[in-house]
Each structure stands twice: as C-alpha cells, then as structure tokens.
C-alpha cells in the first residue's frame, strides 16, 4: 500500500514576514550580517508548527537584494526552505511548485497576500491562504503554547502539595502537626 502524500504548503517568506511584528521585530541591520536571518527562523518555526502532520511545508524566499544571496535549500524542523537562484524571484519560484505539484495531482496550498502570485497560481487544486490569514493561526497557536507553558509552570511540585486535604490532615495528625 503507498504511503499517502501530504498536501504541499508553499509560503511565501517575505510576504508574510513584511505583514507581522513579530516577525520584523526581531529584523536587525546594526552589525551588518544579514538583518532577515532571525525573522527567517521564526517564521520557519511557525511553519513547522503550522503545518504539523497536515502538510508538507516549503518557504520560498527571493534571495534577490539579501547580504548573501547565494544561500543553500535546507530543510530544518521538517519545513523545506529554498531560495531563488539569481535572475529569479520567489514567485517564479513559488508559480514552478505549484505547476510541479498540479501535474502530480497534488494538493497545495500557497499562503501569499501577492495578487499576482494569487492569480497565478489559483484553481483546482491549488488552495490560497492570505498571509494575514497564517500569521493570525501562528499567533493562536503562540497564544496556545503559552497557556500551556503557564498552566504547566503552576503544577505543584511537593509531595505535601500533592495529597488530598483528607490524606493531608492523617498525615498531619501521624507527625503531631495539629
């Protein structure tokens, strides 16, 4: 029996990137490396979680215009990343994944608020996501870690805190406490 494929999820990084805080406050031009690399990992990271188990995940970068435009496709938390050769930007980029990804029969969703990639790339089966859209669902998601984080921080450690008032006053009474 073949193993099912996952539908494919195609961001494009800077687009949604340039439409959160959270992604360009953490952009840094001051010492003159590559003022993205923070914004990029974040925004991996997000995907990563995003796409748990539902898709497989690509971000699409332009390398255009970067420090160092000659930047290797990694895959890292299971997000691929690639970066546009020179001479061609993300939407070229992004528009070949998805034609790739049609002729398989595949399903894919891009998350872009591009009109242009949007119209490009729209139709059966192709799914569009905005990136206000993503960048809202990573915020929940945030907001859902974080609960948990502080409702795990309040579990009560001891022993003495861990027993029932009734298991509490025995033991009370057995040391001589009351």
Known sequence: MAKQRLPLLVVDGYNVIYKSLRYTSVMDESDGRDPFMRAREMLIGDVAAYAQGRYAPIVVFDAAGNVSPDRPNLTRAGVKTIFSQTGET????????????????RDVTVVTSDNTIRATVGGIPVTRISSDVLVSDVGDIVQDVERANDERNHVR?????????????????LLGRR
């Not at 993300?90 to 029969?105: H, K, M, T, W």
């Open 90 to 105: 993300a939407d070229a980029v992004i528009e070949r994944l998805v034609s790739d990804a049609r002729r398989e029969n």
């Open 157 to 173: 450690f001891t022993l003495e805190d861990r027993l029932d008032p009734k298991t509490r006053a025995k033991l009370d009474a």
